[in-house]
């Protein structure tokens, strides 16, 4: 069941970069919402919010991808390691995974992550994401939240 709630976000975020590449010129906003939401395709060769865009290094590309990969590794491990029922666990560990796995095949396949969704309010915009960002995202607010619950109280 989760393997296949993995390929179901992989396949979410490939049909959504596929069609916002073939479909949109680079760089050019179009309003959804106006005011709020655009739909603007946008290549990033660097991490979260082009965090390293404006570092071109040949061992860029590698290196993210080792981290990438490294980091859906360690989700299996801690996935596998981890009571299978805790289906809010598993889930949000699945979140993560696919949306690492989403973008790492961005990065090995252009040299850069498809990103697409841009929200604004007015003049201030939140930086460019896509589904597997927002896999990520949500699956580590479900992790802390999982987290969270079965923290044991310290004695005073």
């Given at each position: 069941m989760y393997i296949g709630f993995v390929a179901a976000i992989l396949i979410l975020d490939r049909i959504s970069k596929s069609a916002v590449a073939s479909r949109f010129d680079l760089g050019q906003p179009v309003p959804?919402?106006?005011?709020?939401?655009?739909?603007?395709?946008?290549?990033?060769?660097?991490?979260?919010?082009?965090?390293?865009?404006s570092f071109s290094s040949p061992v860029k590309v590698f290196m993210l991808c080792a981290v990438a990969a490294i980091a859906a590794a360690a989700v299996i491990v801690y996935s596998l390691r981890?009571?299978?029922?805790?289906?809010?666990?598993?889930?949000?560990?699945?979140?993560?995974?696919?949306?690492?796995?989403?973008?790492?095949?961005?990065?090995?396949?252009?040299?850069?992550?498809?990103y697409f969704l841009k929200f604004h309010a007015r003049s201030y915009y939140w930086p460019s994401f896509n589904v597997a960002d927002t896999a990520i995202s949500v699956g580590v607010i479900l992790l802390a939240w999982e987290m969270f619950r079965h923290e044991t109280p310290r004695n005073a």
């Open positions: 959804v919402i106006d005011g709020l939401f655009n739909i603007t395709y946008v290549q990033n060769t660097g991490v979260a919010f082009g965090i390293f865009s981890s009571d299978v029922r805790n289906w809010l666990l598993q889930g949000s560990l699945c979140l993560i995974l696919a949306g690492a796995l989403g973008n790492l095949y961005d990065r090995i396949n252009y040299s850069y992550v498809i």
